[in-house]
């Protein structure tokens, strides 16, 4: 059986008991026992007779896929939050027009009960509404993060490659500029904090290649 083992931040690999080629199709199964079909890409290690290989989803569900059901998820509660909060607000005007009027209560009238409860009524609901209505906005916010979320771009995915080469081109052009004085140095760990980002950069593009390259 082939599972799922965490090989670094994002990046899950098939933790294989026979030898794959690339391109294969196998099934990884979860800890849950869900099995996913997976492609196979490169050989990543071998370590007490299991092989370790990069793989992606077959159907090509991935980090942004996943991004975008959890936004789609939260828009659909905040829409639902939303119509409890206009039902709430409804409820709490049932009896408006009556209370507009102003009408004192008449404490020992027979329209003493009913009065306190309109006015309870109206209350609670009104409150409801609003928790309501902060929820649904709450709900969109995160909705908001998860849509930004959807391009991301991560080493859990072949793109990975272009995308990590840009940034170590970037990141080299601006640790040239900051020692030739192209580009001031903000402050006396700028040359430092430059080169870091370079080192980093090399570090995840090495991997992407590594991860999925041929």
């Known amino acids: 059986m082939n599972v799922y083992y965490k090989f670094a931040p994002n990046v899950f690999l098939a933790k294989c008991?026979?030898?794959?080629?690339?391109?294969?199709?196998?099934?990884v199964t979860t800890r849950r026992g869900k099995e996913n079909e997976s492609i196979v890409f490169n050989l990543?290690?071998?370590?007490?007779?299991?092989?370790?290989?990069?793989?992606?989803?077959?159907d090509g569900f991935n980090v942004q896929e996943w991004a975008k059901q959890r936004a789609e998820r939260r828009l659909e509660w905040a829409a639902s939050a939303e119509r409890k909060s206009t039902?709430?607000?409804?409820?709490s005007n049932k009896d408006a027009d009556f209370l507009s009027l102003g009408e004192p209560i008449k404490v020992g009238h027979h329209s003493e009960r009913r009065h306190r409860k309109a006015i309870d009524d109206a209350w609670n609901n009104m409150g409801?509404?609003?928790?309501?209505?902060?929820?649904?906005?709450?709900?969109?916010?995160?909705?908001?993060?998860?849509?930004?979320?959807?391009?991301?771009?991560?080493?859990?995915?072949p793109e990975s490659i272009d995308f990590y080469e840009h940034k170590l081109e970037v990141a080299k052009e601006y640790h040239e500029g900051v020692k030739s004085g192209k580009y001031p140095r903000?402050?006396?760990?700028?040359?430092?904090y430059a080169k870091k980002d370079v080192n980093e950069a090399k570090k995840n593009y090495d991997l992407a290649v590594r991860l999925w390259g041929e």
């Open 17 to 27: 008991t026979e030898k794959h080629e690339k391109g294969e199709v196998i099934d």
């Open 44 to 58: 990543m290690f071998e370590r007490d007779g299991f092989y370790y290989y990069s793989i992606v989803r077959a």
């Open 87 to 91: 039902d709430y607000y409804n409820r």
């Open 128 to 157: 409801k509404s609003v928790a309501m209505g902060e929820k649904a906005s709450e709900h969109e916010r995160v909705a908001e993060y998860w849509k930004a979320r959807a391009n991301t771009i991560n080493l859990s995915m």
């Open 186 to 192: 903000s402050h006396s760990y700028t040359l430092t």
